[in-house]
Every structure is written in C-alpha cells, then in structure tokens.
C-alpha cells in the first residue's frame, strides 16, 4: 500500500521560498502521475500542480506558473514542490497526492493515495 509523507512546509515571509517533499513508501511511484493541491481555511481544495510519470510534463495553477516548480526523483521515490515568490494567498495545507496509473487530471477525485498535508504559511 503507497503512503506519501510531505514535509518542508513552515511559515514564510511574502517573497520568500519553501520546497515541500513529498515521500513515498509502500509502492513505487514509477508509473503514477503525483499531483500538489492545497487548501485554504474555508476554501474548497484547488489543485496546484502535477507531474507525470512517463514524460516528466507537469503542470500547474495559473496563480502559481513562473513561481513553483514541480519535480520528481524516482530513483527517490519522491516528488518536490519548490515555491519562489510566495504570497499570502498561497497560504493552506498542501497534499501531495497520487493516482493509480495515468496521466495528471485536475480532479482532485481521481487521486487514491493522499499523505496528510503539511502547512504553509505566507505572512509578514
């Protein structure tokens, strides 16, 4: 059974820079596109980016492009979430989650396998 474990969340000054790792144990991560969402207090979850498996493409949130990184380390078995710039509306708890098999999709339904989050606070 896949369980994923974030870290490196904290609390960070506006313009400022966090990378969360996401670890994998149980299975491997090989084959699965791994995806980061976040959510806000009182907020629905949104998803903020993913990477795929086969080709390495990722993708992201428009709020976030040109400012957070998606990565990937099989050899690892983890995937990163590097964030430059951050503002005060990237605050919330971010999941890294998985799918069984797969591209990346949107929807945060099709992920199986979530870790339990890690927090991230933007604020001076």
């Known amino acids: 059974q896949l369980q994923l474990v974030e870290s490196g969340g904290g609390l960070v000054q506006p313009g400022g820079s966090l990378r969360l790792s996401c670890a994998a144990s149980?299975?491997?991560?090989?084959?699965?596109?791994i995806g980061w969402f976040r959510q806000a207090a009182g907020k629905e979850r949104e998803g903020v980016s993913c990477?795929?498996?086969?080709?390495?493409?990722?993708y992201y949130l428009d709020s976030v492009k040109g400012r957070f990184t998606v990565s990937r380390d099989n050899a690892k078995n983890t995937v990163y979430l590097q964030m430059n710039r951050l503002k005060p509306e990237d605050t919330g708890v971010y999941f890294c989650?998985?799918?069984?098999?797969?591209?990346?999709?949107?929807?945060?339904?099709?992920?199986?396998?979530w870790g339990q989050g890690t927090q991230v606070t933007v604020s001076s």
């Open positions: 989650a998985a799918r069984r098999f797969g591209m990346c999709v949107p929807e945060s339904r099709s992920y199986y396998y």
């Open positions: 149980g299975s491997t991560l090989d084959y699965r596109p």
């Open positions: 990477v795929n498996s086969d080709d390495q493409s990722t």
